[in-house]
């Protein structure tokens, strides 16, 4: 019964920034990784950053050098700084907790999206 919640989404001018949260029901060190993904109308949902449970962080090469994924273990919340924004980030963006098991099974959690809109 694990619950993601997102918030911080809203509109922001192209080289603004914006801080989105995700709060998890559950100790997010229950999951492998973190990640956010993003979905823009009529393209496919794609990862944006990722942390695994020891702090290791991926990101897509679009966002690297503007994007940073952290994690807070004390409130079961994962955090997506967006600086530098551009009109391309626009897209609702969900959380994602992962957890990768030995027989190489992956169960997904997601939460219900915020919406990030970047005026040009």
């Known amino acids: 019964q694990v619950q993601l919640v997102e918030s911080g989404g809203g509109l922001a001018q192209a080289g603004g920034s914006l801080k989105l949260s995700c709060v998890a029901s559950?100790?997010?060190?229950?999951?492998?990784?973190m990640g956010w993904y993003r979905q823009a109308p009529g393209k496919q949902r794609e990862l944006v950053a990722a942390?695994?449970?020891?702090?290791?962080?991926n990101y897509a090469d679009s966002v690297k050098g503007r994007f940073t994924i952290s994690r807070d273990n004390a409130k079961n919340t994962v955090y997506l700084q967006m600086n530098s924004l551009k009109p391309e980030d626009a897209a609702s963006y969900y959380c994602?907790?992962?957890?990768?098991?030995?027989?190489?099974?992956?169960?997904?959690?997601w939460g219900q999206g915020t919406q990030v809109t970047v005026s040009s």
């Open positions: 559950v100790s997010i060190s229950s999951f492998n990784t």
């Open positions: 994602n907790a992962r957890q990768l098991w030995i027989t190489e099974t992956v169960t997904d959690y």
């Open positions: 942390v695994t449970s020891t702090g290791r962080t």
